[in-house]
């Protein structure tokens, strides 16, 4: 079974911090993803990666980067946190192109006060 | 622009009854359709998928139907169960000038009533 395993479950920070996400995914995918969701707005990509070292924005990088140093793991970075960033994110792989199933990890709840 | 878009919100059913969760996509490049199930305080599983050269696949209870001159697609759970109630998203993928998209819709919320 694919695991994609995001560290932190629930997480709490204030305006300014710098927050990191970290993601790792166990099957060798090429492929990883972040999105965020909010309610009535669905699934929206942060930014995704296909390779070590190679990242493409998504539809809403504003206020993020990303990092991805191994091929199992992709971080999602937040420069200076803000109350709009409040969200779960989710943290995705996939092997292969776009017709392959995309793999979500359990998501990470992030306040922001 | 809304790309994918899933116009219900949300759906009430009665248990044992069917469920029909229907979507909607713009875009003629997109060639594969999947359907993914979200628990609260979950990441979305995947559920089912499509490709469009096909026009039904069936899983046990969940089938999905794609009618591509229609640009639409549902999917189908028969018999519904308590345990379905869940967000169900639509994403529909495809590659354009080079660059792969995997577009999700906002999702509908299905309760299934005992």
């Known amino acids: 079974d694919v695991k994609v395993t995001q560290s932190s479950r629930y997480l709490v920070k204030r305006t300014g911090e710098k927050v990191f996400l970290e993601c790792v995914q166990d099957m060798d995918h090429e492929n990883m993803f972040w999105y965020r969701q909010d309610p009535g707005l669905g699934l929206r990509l942060i930014y995704f990666s296909y390779d070590v070292k190679m990242k493409e924005k998504g539809d809403i990088p504003e206020g993020y980067s990303v990092s991805r140093e191994k091929k199992e793991r992709f971080s999602l970075i937040l420069e200076s946190a803000s109350t709009n960033q409040t969200s779960m994110y989710l943290c995705?792989?996939?092997?292969?192109?776009?017709?392959?199933?995309?793999?979500f990890g359990e998501g990470s709840w992030l306040t922001v006060v | 622009d809304q790309q994918v878009k899933q116009n219900s919100p949300s759906l009430s059913v009665q248990e044992g009854r069917i469920s029909i969760l229907n979507c909607d996509y713009t875009n003629s490049m997109f060639d594969y359709f999947l359907w993914y199930k979200k628990y609260p305080a979950e990441g979305p599983t995947f559920l089912i998928s499509i490709s469009s050269i096909k026009d039904k696949n069936e899983d046990g209870r969940f089938t999905v139907f794609l009618n591509k001159s229609a640009k639409h697609l549902s999917l189908h759970i028969v018999p519904s169960q308590p345990g379905d109630s869940a967000v169900y998203f639509c994403?529909?993928?495809?590659?354009?000038?080079?660059?792969?998209?995997?577009?999700f819709g906002k999702g509908t919320k299905l309760t299934v009533n005992p």
């Open positions: 994403a529909a993928s495809g590659t354009q000038g080079g660059s792969e998209k995997l577009v």
């Open positions: 995705a792989s996939r092997v292969g192109g776009s017709g392959n199933t995309i793999y």
